[in-house]
């Protein structure tokens, strides 16, 4: 029988997170509304290349309007305060659930931190990723903060389509489903994994990750159902696994988290501890090239905004050029429509390497 994981909020924390949702439909609803606007004032082919250019020919038109004016206010308000909030609603229901937190911390997953003198990258290190205050490790247990309520509570039901059936879809695309060994790399909290877990029921799973709170919260997940995860607190371009020890190497939206060198250098230690014939299927947002001026300026301003400094250079990036440079043949790339959303790369390491 799985163990449970979730607690009902108490009253305060839930209406606070009602509240802070209903906010984020609004948002939705105005961004909605001036992009319909925007699009009958501009022609969209006219608009500049560069984005910053585009950015300021944008906010000219956009500034004078009280939507748009009440739009910035309220995604401000919503980007600070809605992880203090969710923090707030943990805080309140902490002493019923950290004890059954903590009886998941055994079980058949393993978690194995980083030693002591090791550092994370200072990309990520000195980053307030989402904005929210210290990062991804900023309180102890942050991974249930993120994992379980800002993903229930509000991700999830601000995303059409729903953000756990979309890993579902990405897993199911790797073009094998007898694989032995899998390494996800940017495994956060494990929802990807757990796709990862549902599709490959066989295979054995393994996840690195740079954020200890956030791995602690999947080593629960996984415990809670039984699941015999092998988590690491370790670098995706830096895994420390043998050459050669993995049939597939996957991820789920960690790429747009690093600066275009440390990209490369994913794909590149994907390839090295790939079998030959082994497989690669990352998944991240899309593609600038594969949108319209006007959208590439909201998914730039929404980054900007939002405590994600290394969006912008991540998706300008060619990843089915990044992955062939890496090494990987029959590479094919491409954005899902309706939206380009998730950018899929898969491509195979050659039986022989030169
Ligand atoms: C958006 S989350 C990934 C989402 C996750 N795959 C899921 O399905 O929910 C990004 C994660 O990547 C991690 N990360 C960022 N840079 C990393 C790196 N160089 N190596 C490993 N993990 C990294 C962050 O700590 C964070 O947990």
Redesign the pocket.
């Known amino acids: 029988m799985m163990a449970r994981l979730d607690e009902p909020l108490a009253q305060r924390g839930r209406a606070s997170l009602e509240f802070v949702a209903s906010v984020g439909r609004w948002l939705g609803k105005a961004t909605r509304d001036i992009d319909a606007s925007l699009r009958a004032q501009v022609d969209d082919e006219a608009l500049p290349e560069d984005l910053d250019a585009i950015d300021r020919e944008l906010r000219a038109r956009l500034e004078p309007t009280s939507l748009y004016t009440t739009r910035e206010f309220g995604m401000e308000w919503y980007l600070n305060e809605h992880g203090r909030i969710a923090i707030e609603a943990f805080e309140e229901i902490a002493p019923r659930v950290t004890p059954r937190l903590h009886a998941l911390d055994t079980g058949p997953a393993t978690l194995e931190p980083a030693p002591e003198d090791w550092r994370?990258?200072a990309?990520?290190q000195d980053v307030w990723?989402h904005r929210m205050h210290g990062g991804?490790d900023g309180h102890p247990y942050m991974g249930y903060v993120h994992?379980q309520l800002i993903?229930k509570a509000l991700v999830d039901r601000l995303y059409p389509g729903g953000?756990f059936k979309q890993?579902r879809y990405v897993a199911a695309l790797a073009p094998k489903r007898d694989y032995s060994r899998i390494l996800?790399?940017?495994?956060?909290?494990?929802?990807?994994?757990l796709?990862l877990a549902e599709t490959f029921p066989q295979a054995e799973i393994f996840g690195?990750?740079?954020?200890l709170r956030?791995l602690e919260h999947a080593l629960r997940t996984a415990n809670a159902r039984g699941l015999p995860w092998r988590l690491f607190q370790?670098?995706?371009?830096d895994t420390g696994f043998a050459d050669a020890s993995f049939d597939l190497v996957t991820?789920?939206?960690?790429l747009?988290?690093?600066p275009a060198q440390?990209i490369e250098a994913?794909f590149q230690e994907a390839f090295r501890v790939l079998r030959p014939g082994g497989d690669v299927l990352m998944s991240d947002v899309s593609r600038y090239a594969d949108l319209d001026a006007v959208r590439r300026w909201w998914a730039d301003h929404g980054a900007r905004h939002g405590g994600e400094p290394w969006w912008r250079e991540s998706a300008s990036l060619d990843l089915a050029a990044v992955a062939r440079a890496a090494g990987f043949q029959d590479v094919r790339a491409w954005g899902e429509p309706p939206l380009s959303y998730p950018y899929v790369v898969i491509g195979r390491k050659p039986e022989t390497v030169a």
């Not at 690195?208 to 954020?211: A, I």
């Open positions: 994370a990258p990309y990520w990723i991804w994992g993903h953000i890993r996800e790399v940017g495994t956060s909290s494990g929802q990807y994994t796709a690195v990750d740079l954020s956030m370790r670098c995706a371009h991820s789920y939206i960690l747009h988290e690093l440390a994913v």
